[in-house]
């Protein structure tokens, strides 16, 4: 399980996380929703190292990130999916996904081929695998990016706002992988902005504000109208987004 | 026959010159670049004292005329160290620190040029700051390069001419002996130029196939 405590991070004199708290167990679908500038990104780089906690600790499956040798093998259960995508432009898609694992697993060339392709044939990419991410479109860039994740066979999948940067149809081809995904039970912590997405596949809501979680409730109850919604911050937040 | 008549060992002679030129060119090229990589990758480890002392050197070396520096090596460093360096000595010295320090600069911005989003994500899948530089950094980082290193290059085999001043028996020096001996400066010196010229094309032309290999991923309309 992927489990923080008392986790603080601050650049400069802002504080963007303030103290969270929070556990996501295996199987389970966790969504992060929040207002821009909330922190809900920063968790997730809290999360996979990427940002140094000032206090508090994160641990995955009981290994520290905040430990040099521990966080190499948190990453290896851990694996993120980005905002921008952040592929290697130099690589085609086939090995954009096996670069890790051949590197880092220390898997053959020929079985991280295997496993690449097949990935890129489940997201509709098959024909693509020797495509530059620069002759890709947005959409297919990040299913790229999400075989890429799942090449590593992760445990948890960490996501990033990962339909920011679509267009309404390219964010409905990556969300349907999502889906999928969901159901074949991989544990997901899932930043996003997709509220009505984030409803039919979460099995729990966590709400941020200015650096605090501020609920923590199954789906069901966060859309409740006694339950989340009776939270006036929730309710005003939930409003402005489905009127955009 | 006239002493001051072209016969055809001087082209004997202009083959020899240019022979040394070029073998004085490529050692001090592959020195550089080995040595101005090596010190771009201290820096992108940040270890300390080393990579501040390399900045100090490299803009030490970038920062004065090189026939200084070729004077320093040759006239200064025997009469500090109290040993014998030969001319060939003074000049692979003096043009291997020389091509480091602006390879040094190159490669530093090269690496500096590869954004930080795609060595974050590739952090984060597990590699190591060494597989990050092999298989992210240094591929990209070469297709940058190649451009400015192609131009240093072509710069650096003119600096060679510089060489024959302390005696080393290069194409330039060799057009000075024929200068002399024909007193025809307009031919001798065309000659020497026009084959300097043609080395300088073929750098410039290997650079250029280079970079279209290398930059392989991004080589199709619109980008």
């Known amino acids: ?244 | 026959m006239r002493y001051t008549s072209f016969t055809s060992y001087d082209v004997v002679l202009l083959a020899q010159g240019l022979g040394v030129s070029l073998a004085l060119f490529l050692t001090t090229t592959v020195i550089g670049l080995l040595l101005g990589t090596i010190w771009a990758v201290i820096r992108f480890y940040r270890v300390p004292v080393l990579s501040p002392l390399i900045a100090v050197l490299a803009e030490l070396l970038k920062n004065s005329p090189v026939l200084v520096q070729l004077f320093l090596v040759f006239f200064g460093l025997p009469a500090l160290l109290k040993i014998n360096v030969t001319p060939v000595e003074a000049a692979l010295i003096t043009l291997s620190g020389n091509t480091a320090a602006f390879i040094y600069v190159i490669a530093v911005s090269a690496i500096e040029s590869i954004g930080r989003d795609q060595i974050e994500s590739a952090r984060v899948f597990g590699l190591s700051r060494w597989q990050v530089l092999r298989h992210i950094i240094a591929p990209q980082a070469m297709a940058f390069a190649i451009g400015p290193l192609t131009g240093l290059l072509v710069n650096q085999l003119q600096v060679t001419s510089l060489i024959s001043v302390i005696g080393v028996v290069d194409l330039t020096k060799i057009g000075n002996i024929l200068n002399l001996r024909t007193l025809k400066p307009f031919i001798v010196w065309t000659i020497v130029g026009a084959l300097y010229y043609a080395t300088a094309k073929l750098v410039a032309f290997g650079g250029a196939t280079l970079e279209k290999r290398l930059r392989a991923h991004s080589a199709w309309k619109g980008l």
């Open chain 1, 1 to 244: 399980m992927i489990r923080a405590r008392g986790v603080r991070k601050s650049f400069g004199s802002a504080a963007v996380l303030d103290g969270i708290d929070l556990d996501v167990h295996g199987s389970e679908v966790v969504s992060i929703l929040g207002s821009s500038g909330s922190g809900k990104s920063t968790l997730i780089r809290c999360m996979n190292g990427l940002e140094k906690l000032d206090a508090g600790s994160i641990t995955i499956d009981d290994f520290d990130v905040s430990l040099p040798k521990d966080l190499a093998e948190a990453r290896k259960r851990s694996a993120t999916v980005f905002q921008l995508f952040n592929l290697y432009p130099h690589m085609t898609a086939l090995q954009n996904v096996t670069l890790a694992p051949i590197q880092v697993l220390k898997r053959s060339r020929a079985e991280a081929e295997a496993t690449a392709r097949s990935l890129l044939d489940s997201v509709g990419l098959g024909a693509r695998a020797d495509a530059y991410p620069a002759q890709l479109s947005g959409g297919q860039r990040q299913r790229v990016g999400i075989c890429r994740a799942l090449a590593m066979n992760p445990r948890y999948l960490l996501l990033d706002e990962i339909t920011s940067a679509l267009d309404p149809e390219m964010t409905a081809e990556v969300l349907s992988i999502l889906a999928q995904l969901a159901k074949t039970g991989t544990t997901m912590v899932f930043v996003t902005h997709e509220i009505e997405f984030a409803r039919t596949i979460s099995s729990r809501i966590v709400f941020l504000d200015k650096g605090q979680l501020v609920v923590d409730l199954p789906t069901e109850e966060f859309f409740a109208a006694e339950g989340g919604m009776a939270r006036p911050r929730i309710s005003q937040f939930l409003s402005k987004m489905r009127k955009d």
